[in-house]
């Protein structure tokens, strides 16, 4: 049976982790943070002079970034934890705690609205469009992305991140938001060969591994250790053993990379394209407001 939209929010809420934009710990974590960074980098470049909302908005990092171009801008989350460190590291902006069914904002309020990486959490998302589209000034543009369930699912499948609730093909994706806006344009996120092969190499280890999980005892007793932990260890330890139960340090061995290091990669090394949806990385939902 599937948990009711309360549960789901209560538990994003309450266990969902911090996207840190200055650690990592693979490549695979690196990568992670290009992608969302670009997809931010293209609202920026979007939001000059505009009134913004990020919904969504983790612990505000890309919320920063808008900041430099927008008239004004506003982060919202559902994560107290979150809008904390986000507080604490952006104190100039304005951050408010939502309660994940309506947002505290005025009709026609905004000129462009992101929600990056946020659908996929939603488990009643026509109340979740239908708030965006009420706070959403007509004309104005809601910028949307999900990760992409042709490289990551089986059809039918459900997701393998415990935090997500369904997962999109692009098809699927246009479908279920062009009841909500007048016109929708889906784009995929691409890189260069190395980068590319990185995030999908992460998604088809995940994938083979949800294909085959291991027997129920030995499950068992990675849930049972993952408790004790939760109750035992502070959050950032607790965050890199969720990454490594699933998969993505990739014998990494927990360092930090250096800064050479990351430097091979930059934002530069991604493009977003309108064809070959089913191979991106990552797609993007361009939405225009009537």
């Known amino acids: 049976m599937s948990a009711s939209p309360h549960a789901v929010i209560e538990m994003q809420a309450n266990e969902h982790p911090l996207e840190y934009s200055d650690r990592f710990e693979s490549m695979e974590e690196y990568c992670l943070f290009l992608m969302h960074l670009r997809a931010y980098e293209e ?3 979007r939001s000059q002079g ?7 908005c983790n612990n ?4 920063n970034l ?11 989350d559902v994560s107290e934890t979150a809008l904390a460190d986000a507080r604490r590291r952006f104190p100039t902006i304005e951050f408010c705690r939502i309660d994940g069914f309506s947002l505290p904002f005025a009709d026609d309020q905004f000129d462009l609205i992101t929600s990056f990486q946020v659908i996929e959490h939603i488990a009643d998302t026509a109340s979740y469009l239908a ?13 949307l992305t999900t990760p992409n369930a042709a490289i990551r699912l089986d059809p039918g499948m459900r997701p393998w991140n415990r935090f997500h ?6 098809r699927e994706l246009h479908q279920v938001l062009q009841g909500a806006f007048v016109r929708v344009d889906i784009r995929g996120l691409f890189a260069v060969e190395e980068l590319y092969q990185i995030e999908y190499g992460r998604c088809q280890k995940a994938l083979a591994l949800h ?3 291991p027997p129920r ?3 068992g007793l990675a849930n049972r250790f993952a408790g004790v932990a939760k109750a035992m260890l502070p959050a950032t330890a607790v965050h890199a053993l969720r990454r490594v139960r699933g998969g993505s340090l990739s014998g990494a061995g927990g360092r930090v990379f250096d800064a050479p290091l990351l430097k091979r990669f930059s934002t530069r090394d991604l493009r977003y394209a309108s064809t070959d949806l089913d191979s991106a990385l990552d797609l993007m939902a361009i939405c225009a407001c009537g």
């Open 50 to 56: 505009l009134n913004v909302l990020d919904f969504g």
């Open 66 to 76: 808008i900041a430099g171009w927008a008239a004004s801008v506003f982060g919202c």
């Open 60 to 63: 505000g990092y890309g919320t």
């Open 43 to 45: 609202a920026a470049q």
């Open 165 to 170: 609730v369904r997962e999109y093909r692009a």
């Open 217 to 219: 005892a030995r499950r």
């Open 211 to 213: 294909r085959n999980p």
């Open 131 to 143: 708030e965006i589209k009420r706070v959403l000034r007509p004309g104005g543009t809601a910028l």
